[in-house]
């Protein structure tokens, strides 16, 4: 633990080379300097802050307040720090608190007094704002795309086992026979709302809040629309408390991230359950599996088991920034500092849970044979032996009483419905003809299930063609 005793004798022009210290008599204690620190964080933010700078400065010259030859020397000495820290030469200093006095430090440093112009009318709230905005919107545009990709996934893998019947489920009980192509292509529906809401949440998003200054503007004559189109936000912030203060677009980030999240984590139970050996039907790949040190014949879904833990930590991120801003008064406050981890972790949290599942899906074995033999018991076949005795005149509750007397003299003998004699079914109702096996066959069950949206082979075709043209112009 540092030695905080002689901190007072360490304060001679300590406060002098901190650029917000002039009126600061006392160093900063180094406790402090490394609990108030964000630069662990927000130096991710590093391109971002260059860039908004490079605008910044770009408009004040266009506006007088730097001349020409001032604005290109603090563009080139900020295109040379970004080529240090792209290779890794960059010096991160906890005591200049943050990315932004980093990197200005550094700046000054290089260009000399000129590096301190580009202050001139910003805050580093508003900075912050800005830098925090444009690179959310990078990881949103990323993450859009990385969904859509995954979409692009299971809709292959869907076209290439169209033919592969499996169970359908409710209550994790074995309900009616479907396409293994439908269960994949449900996935994609949610998969696709995932990144529509991303892309919604990045409309409200894409807003400047730069020339906001510390929450009231500025005395300076800028050009804040300028900043904006330089930087490619759609329209500036309209008022300037409101520009430094909220963080509702990280939390709108943070929910979409949870949802998507939470879609593959149901998703993931499902290829947790479906590669047990009570299942069995799926074999994920060696490459994103796992053994045991002490049990030889295991293989573990690692893969699929993080992200469904990992899951749990992007909600809590959503929680917690929640909490952070429930109780802030107008406008910035040093609590927000906390709105920048949980939303770049949820981010690369989502974005790697993505990349692994594009890569896991393709290699993926399905056994087809099991998921058949699955799905022809428990009676899944049940609802369309109803249908059949409807067709033939008996009212659904009447057909669903015989169906249910049926259902219990399989359960005596062990047997399934199209194990049943024509004459055992008989002895229970007198519609039942010959063709009652046909009907109750699992392609047929399944293929005649051709309502829009339904598990039945040709609408699942239709299905595909639209989601590939959907993904083809996405």
Not at 391 to 400: D, I, N, S, V
């Amino acid at each position: 633990m540092a030695d905080h005793s002689d901190t007072s004798s360490k304060s001679s022009g300590a406060h002098s080379k901190r650029m917000w210290g002039g009126r600061f008599q006392e160093a900063t204690d180094e406790l402090v300097q490394e609990f108030n620190a964000s630069i662990d964080i927000d130096r991710h933010m590093a391109f971002e802050d260059i860039d908004g700078s490079i605008a910044h400065a770009t408009m004040l010259a266009e506006t007088g307040i730097l001349t020409d030859e001032e604005k290109q020397t603090i563009i080139d000495g900020l295109e040379a720090i970004r080529a240090d820290i792209a290779a890794g030469n960059f010096t991160w200093r906890v005591d200049l608190e943050d990315v932004h006095m980093n990197i200005e430090r550094a700046l000054t440093e290089r260009v000399g007094a000129v590096g301190g112009k580009l202050h001139t009318a910003r805050s580093r709230n508003d900075q912050v704002a800005t830098d925090f905005r444009l690179y959310m919107r990078k990881q949103s545009d990323d993450l859009q795309a990385l969904l859509l990709r995954f979409c692009g996934v299971l809709v292959d893998t869907a076209e290439r086992h169209l033919d592969v019947i499996m169970p359908g489920y409710t209550h994790l009980q074995v309900a009616q026979p479907i396409l293994f192509s439908h269960h994949l292509l449900a996935y994609v529906e949610m998969f696709q709302r995932d990144a529509s809401r991303l892309a919604d949440a990045r409309e409200r998003l894409n807003v400047s809040p730069l020339g906001a200054g510390a929450l009231a503007g500025t005395t300076f004559n800028i050009d804040r629309q300028r900043t904006a189109d330089l930087l490619g936000f759609a329209e500036v912030a309209h008022n300037s408390l409101d520009a430094v203060s909220d963080r509702d677009f990280a939390l709108e980030f943070l929910s979409a991230a949870s949802i998507a999240m939470m879609h593959l984590s149901r998703f993931s139970e499902e290829l947790i359950l479906w590669s047990s050996q009570e299942f069995s039907f799926v074999t994920l790949p060696d490459s994103h599996t796992t053994g045991s040190s002490i049990m030889p014949q295991k293989k573990n879904p690692d893969v699929c088991e993080l992200v469904r833990g990992q899951t749990g930590r992007v909600y809590g991120n959503l929680m917690g920034l929640l909490t952070v801003m429930k109780g802030l008064p107008l406008t910035y406050n040093k609590d927000m500092q906390e709105d920048k981890e949980g939303a770049i972790d949820s981010a690369n949290t989502l974005r790697v849970a993505l990349l692994l599942y594009i890569d896991m899906i393709p290699k993926m074995i399905i056994h087809s044979e099991r998921t058949y033999e699955a799905a022809g018991r428990a009676f899944s076949n049940a609802t369309d032996f109803a249908d059949y005795l409807v067709r033939r005149g008996l009212p659904f509750r009447e057909a669903h009483e015989v169906v249910g007397q049926l259902v219990a003299r399989c359960l005596d003998a062990g047997k399934d419905l199209q194990d049943l004699s024509l004459a055992e079914m008989r002895d229970v109702s007198a519609r039942i003809d010959e063709d009652v096996y046909e009907a109750l066959a699992l392609q047929t069950v399944v293929n005649t299930r051709n309502s829009y949206g339904g598990t039945g082979k040709a609408q699942v075709e239709k299905q595909l063609e639209r989601l590939k043209q959907l993904l083809a112009t996405s």
